[in-house]
Every structure is written in C-alpha cells, then in structure tokens.
C-alpha cells in the first residue's frame, strides 16, 4: 500500500483540485443514476404495469410531489424528468470519462519525464552499478504497469462511489435487504482475497521475467557480431525458447487466476441471488414495488462488487510495478547530483582551468563493502595548457583517477582542486561544461554526422563544423559520403568503420570549444597515417587546451609534458617520457618491453 499512496500523492501533487472535481463529478453521475432508478416505480405505476398507488415504497421526501401529479398528464412528465436526467448523466459522464483519461494522460507524461529526469540527475557511481536494460525496463514496461495501475485505481474509485451510494439507496428502500446485499458482497471480497494475493505473486514474478527478458534480449542484440561470426545462431535461439516457455507459463498461470476467479464470482452470484429473492419473498414478504426496485439496485450493484473485485486483482499485479518505480526514484534522489535543469545564471558559467588541477592525497572505492581502494593515496599536479599522459597496466586505476579530474566522482578522502578551488557536489558540475571526452569505444546516435556534431554546440556553423572534421581527419571521409554532413549513421555508428566512428567523436570534442580534452586511448582505432595526423594535432593544441591522455599504445605519448605512471591505485612514476624510459626495473620500462615484443 505504500507505494500506492505514493503515486496518489505524486497524482494529487501533479492534477491538483481537478482530481476532487472529478470525483465529485462521479458523485453527481452515481446520484443522477440513482434517481433515475428510484423514477422507475411512479413510472411503471402510472404506466398501468404495476398497481396503481405508490403508497407501499418509502420514496423520498423529495419525490413527494409525483404524488400530486394530474393522472392524465404524469407518466409524460415523469417520462421527461427521466430523458433529462439520463441527459444529464450522459453529458457529465462524457465531461468526466474526458477528464479522467486528461488526468490518467497528463500524470503519465508527467512521471515520464520525471522518471528519466532522475536518471539522468544521478551521479556515475549510480550509473555504473546498474545495468542500462533496468533502466529501458523501468521506462517501458514498468511505467506501463504504473499506466495501467492509475487507470485501475480511477476506475476503481469510481465503483466504490457508486457502490456507496446505491447500497445508501437501497438502506432508504429497506434496511434488511441492503444489509443482506452488503453482507454478500462482504463475503465476495473475502472470497477474493487469495485471489489478490496470487495475483501479486503472479505480478512480482512477471516483471522479474520482463526485467530478465529485456536484459538478455539487449546483451544479444548488442553481441550480434559475435553472434553471426561464430555461428551461434541455435544457441541463442534455444536460450530464447527457453526463456519464453517460462514467460508462456506464467502468462497462462494469470489467465488461469482471473478465469477461476471469475468462476468463483458466477457461482457466489447465482447462489447469493438465489437466496436474496427467497429470503425477500418468504422471510420479509417484500412488497412488488420494493422488491421491483431492490433487484434494479442489486442487478447494478452486483456487478460493481465484481468489479471492485477485478480492479483489486490488477492493481494487486501491478503493485509490483508501483514498487519499482518508487523504488528507482528513492534511489536516484539519493544520488541525485543537481536541482533542476534550468540551473541559475551563476551554476550555468563554466570553470575554466586557467593554472593546474590537482589531486591530493586522494582515496577512493566504488563501494564501502570493498576494502580494496582504486585509488590510494593519490597526490598529481596537472599543468593547465599541457599534455598529461596517464600509462600503467590494466586494472592500474588510470580511468578512475581521470573520472575523478572530470568530476564524474569524487574522493573518498583527500580532495581535486580546480586551480586552488576544491571540487565539490555543489561546483563539479560547472567543470563539466569545460571538458570533452574522448572514449576508447566511441558512441555516437542513430543520426545524422551534423546532429551528431551539433548536440555539444548547437549554434556551430558549418564552417566550424568541417574545421572540427578537418582537425580530426575526418572531412575527407564525410565528404565521400551521399548525404555529406546529413549522412544518417546508424545505431551507435554501426554504418561507419571503427576508426571512423573514433575520428567523429573526436571531431565533436573538438567543436565544444574545451578547456581541458580527455582522450582514452582515442588513436586505438587509427590507422598509422591518421594517427600521425591526430598527434600533428594534437601538438597544436599545446598552449591551448589541457590534454590529458589514458595511452595503452606508448609511442603516442613520446612527446607529453608529463607522464604518469600508475599500478594498484598508486603513482610509482612521474616524469617525462625519456627520462621514465631510463629508469631500469620500471613499470613504464616494462610496459615498453611488454609492447616491444608482444
């Protein structure tokens, strides 16, 4: 129930008042309703259907004119007085069916967006505990299950009203018979009660399935290389049998759930309808007037009772989703690393380094639980306007400590400073705007080459842009291209080769106009003659930029201001290039022979 009174409050929080006025509309409707039901005596009374005097059924004081109605002319006006009120009915059912599914609509664009808002708000460490399939999981199917939960919980209030008021009617109509239908119905709901909690195991377990499904199903497809390759094509397709052998189980075990529950509800209808006529006609000796209106109110209350029934058994499945989402939410506000998109004038200027940035004495693991540090006692002088190299072997650390220069993390002990300023939670994001990352394997979206290149820079003009190419070498590929610039790339770059893909987003880094560029291992995909190039230019953004470089590849990184070497967490070796290579019994020398004939 927790996580159902949290979306009521998020629905209330986003809709407003115009949720009460909804319900009050579904009050107005169930009222007007039973008006119409308790018209159907006089009328069938002045009809000549039933006896003539209306004397036998306790009406409302309020019907108390129909009495006084001329014989000649009162089924025509009673007549009329029902059309206008199932006029009216249709006319607000209609404005309030329209305004339930504005609320139902407007509350899910909203939890969207909220939804991937909070992802994208959380920090790195959130990021790199959880797999990307929970996250597509949680904005697809989850939040579909919140989507049909809402629609439930709506209809669902709209059958208690309903339910409410007619069981008032039929206490006004005679209190013995509307106690015995609550009683039934009473009995309904405890029968159904194994019903919702199966329901919900069946829930739980179906988006663990849907969770599972979806991982496995983006593992494959983002492996379909190897897949093709390696001629794995069976395997793949019997793992995938397999899995949907289980989801075809569970699926009909829902089925099977609601259809005996259905069941269940027919028969206690038939033998609660049964002993409701025997005991109003043998026990209460119920007048025909009344009992004729007691069965029109128990015809259209009992099916209310089934369906508060099936409304428990979804909202019961989809509470799993409830939870989940919740949850998510919970925990990216833990994470949470600013307030809003739109940050003040103030959060918006960018920290440019003008001088060094530094690490001091810095500590840092990705989890309390491990004892193990990445990073242990790290103390690093960066020049601004110098290139940095950062080596060592794999597992060294080196990612970890240039995460922590870009603000991506940070220290668990010890500090980073942007010249003389110590980086925080309430600045690092103003340091983000001043860098470009360079990866070693290259992301780019299923879009054009210029969308690609303007989503840092929205205002570049295409004269910056084949400047950006042209430092990257990559104007003479994309000039061979059909679209040119407008070249629609694929799904990650999958249209263009490797090397390619690494050139463009280099090219995009270059184009923001950085203070400091990072490139991990960025000249991997290179080929010889556009590595040299990158280095040509590289070198001419000495005095102009800060570059740090994470180089697997050794001779790339001859020419660096300052190389440094790193093993298990620690720096064992700052320097230059030439002067390290010296040092026998060094990790750097190692690496060289390592390179040198492997």
Known sequence: MTAIIYFIKRLYAVTGNILFLNLLGMVVISLLEGIAILLLVPMLSMSGIIGKSTEAIQLPDIFGFIRNIPESWGLSFILGIYVLLVLGQGILKRSVAVGSAKIHLGFMHHLRLDTFGSILQADWPFHMKR?????????????????????????????????????????????????????????????????????????????????????????????????????????????????????????????????????????????????????????????????????????????????????LESLASSLPAFKSIMKLHEECREAKEFVSFEPSREALQPIRVKHSLECRGVYFRYSQQESAYALQDVSLRIEANRMTAIVGPSGAGKSTLVDLVMGLILPEQGEVLVDGMTLTKENLLRLRPSISYVPQDPFLFN??????????????????????????????????????????????????????????????????????????????????????????????????????????????????????????????????????????????????????YG
Not at 170 to 179: E, M, Q, R
Not at 193 to 207: P, Y
Not at 290 to 302: D, E, H, T
């Open 131 to 311: 797999r990307k399939s929970d996250f597509v999981n949680s904005l697809t199917a989850e939040i579909g299950g919140v989507n049909g939960g809402i629609n439930t919980l709506i209809q669902f209030t709209a059958s208690v009203i309903f339910t409410a008021i007619q069981i008032g009617l039929a206490f006004c109509l005679s209190a013995k018979l509307a106690v015995f239908v609550l009683v039934c119905g009473l009995a309904v709901a405890l029968l159904a009660r194994k019903f919702v909690q199966r329901s919900r195991t069946i829930g739980h377990q179906m988006n663990e399935m849907s969770r599972h499904y979806l991982a496995g199903i983006t593992d494959q497809l983002n492996g379909i290389k190897d897949i093709k390759s390696n001629a794995l094509e069976s395997y793949r397709m019997e793992w995938i049998a397999s899995l949907d052998r289980k989801i075809r189980q569970e699926q009909l075990g829902n089925f099977k759930l609601k259809a005996t529950s259905q069941f269940v509800y027919q028969l206690a209808s038939g033998l609660f309808i049964a002993a409701f006529i025997f005991f109003s006609v043998k026990v209460l000796q119920t007048q025909l007037e009344q009992l004729l209106l007691i069965i029109v109110i128990f015809s259209r209350l009992w099916p209310r009772f089934n369906g508060i029934q099936s409304n």
């Open 447 to 596: 879009e054009s080459i210029r969308d690609n290149l303007l989503m840092v820079k929205r205002d570049a003009t295409d004269g910056e842009i084949w400047e950006a190419l042209e430092f990257s070498a990559s104007a003479g590929f994309v000039r061979k291209l059909p679209q040119g610039l407008d070249t629609v790339i694929g799904d990650r770059g999958v249209r263009l080769s490797g090397g390619e893909r690494q050139r463009l987003v280099l090219a995009r880094a270059v184009l923001r106009g950085p203070s400091i560029l990072v490139l991990d291992e960025a000249t991997s995909a290179l080929d010889t003659e556009n590595e040299a190039k990158i280095q040509e230019a590289l070198e001419q953004l000495k005095g102009k930029m800060t570059v740090i470089v994470i180089a697997h590849r050794l001779s790339t990184i001859r020419n660096a201001d300052q190389v440094v070497v790193i093993d298990k967490g620690r720096i064992v070796q700052r320097g230059l290039f030439s002067q390290l290579a010296k040092e026998k019994k060094s990790m750097l020398s190692h690496l060289l022979e390592q390179q040198a």
